[in-house]
Structure formats: C-alpha cells, structure tokens
C-alpha cells in the first residue's frame, strides 16, 4: 500500500467487456495493497477463465516500486504493456487489470491489439471508480448549540469533509482534514469559536474522493 500523504487509486473491484470483431475482451480490475494480493487476483482470474485464449495481465504496486506485466501468449509487446500503459495513465497506483480474450476468429493485427487491449483496459479501470486517495487528520470540533449554526455553514460554506456529528450535551463536529492543512483549518475554528470551543485530532486515516 501507498505511503504517500496523496495518490490515485481505485474504489473498488470492477469487470467490463469490449467486443472486437467478435473477438471479447473482459477486464477485470481490483484494488490491491500489495503484490501477493496481485498474485492472488490474477491466480483467480486465471482459474475462472481456464477456457479463455489468453489472460494477459499488469499491475503497479506503489510501495517498492513494484510494477509487472504478461502478453499471455499474444504478439511480444501487444498486449501487456498496452494494459500497463493504461494504469500509468491515468496515474493509478495499488491496482491490478487482467484483461481475458476469447478470440473470435478474426485476426485484429498488431495495432489492433494494442488499441482493443488498452481500450479495454481503460474501460475496467474507469468502471473501477478512479478516485484521489489523500492522508487526513481528523479533528473534533466541540461547541454548545448555540453555536451549531454558524459551524454548520462554515464547513457548508467552505467544502471540509465532515465525517459526523454528535449530538449530546454539546455538539461535536468530526471532520476529516488533508494533513498539510490541519493547522490552517483547526485555527479557523479557534478563531470562529472565539476560543471557546474544543478542538482535538482524534484520529489519521485515508479519505478518498473521486476523480472530478
């Protein structure tokens, strides 16, 4: 798994099908945080689809660096690099794509393969929701009621990403801040409570928003 405070990944596991003179294309795509789960995934695509032509494959791990790709069998260079090619693209990290061919009696060409396998690879990754990932510190904002209006349409006004709210004896605001600007919003609550709220991080952890 990334240990960047920001990259791009996907949300979540995903299958689409491109169908290319006759020939169909699945790309299967899934988020990974490491290469044994890469390893896994694409044993299990494998095993689901023993009866295909070809299961060509790419993956990039973020940690180490790590990246890896297979033609299956097709033209050197027609097929995996094109599906790598696409997750480089779209600037996407923690992913692996295995695109699954049953040929369907006509030849496409070098250039043709090239375009369907990363076509299709593109269309898994989409259908995969690409998304920002950022590191967040998440801060409680505690005031009494009478100030619950004016918090609410602060963080309203201001777009923070506000993960709950809690209402007891007072209202504790919870919201989820990127790390390079924690300070700047913690002290924009300090100064909007005169003081007199309490403003705390509780917790760190990765908030995803997707690509716009």
Excluded: W
């Amino acid at each position: 798994m990334s240990k960047k405070d920001v990259y791009k990944t996907i949300k979540e596991q995903s299958q689409s099908l491109l169908i290319e003179k006759k020939s169909k294309f699945i790309a299967n795509v899934k988020p990974v945080d490491n290469e044994d789960d890469a390893i896994a995934f694409l044993n299990e695509m494998r095993s689901n689809y023993s009866d295909a032509t070809h299961n060509v494959y790419a993956y990039v791990i973020d940690e180490n660096n790590i990246f890896r790709y297979s033609d299956d069998g097709e033209p050197s260079g027609t097929a995996g690099m094109p599906v790598l090619d696409a997750i480089r693209k779209a600037g996407i990290v923690d992913a692996v794509v295995v695109v699954t061919r049953y040929f369907g009696g006509t030849l496409l060409g070098t250039g043709g393969l090239v375009h369907t396998y990363g076509a299709s690879a593109k269309m898994g990754l989409e259908a995969s929701k690409i998304v920002v990932r950022r590191l967040c510190d998440i801060i409680s904002v505690k005031v009494d009621y009478s100030m619950l209006g004016k918090i609410q349409h602060e963080i309203m006004s201001k777009g923070y990403m506000l993960e709950d709210t809690i209402y007891e004896d007072d209202v504790t605001f919870i919201i989820s801040c990127p790390i390079d600007e924690t300070d700047r919003i913690t002290n924009d609550f300090i100064n909007m409570t005169n003081a007199r709220g309490e403003i705390k991080k509780v917790d760190k952890k990765y908030v995803d928003a997707e690509e716009s």
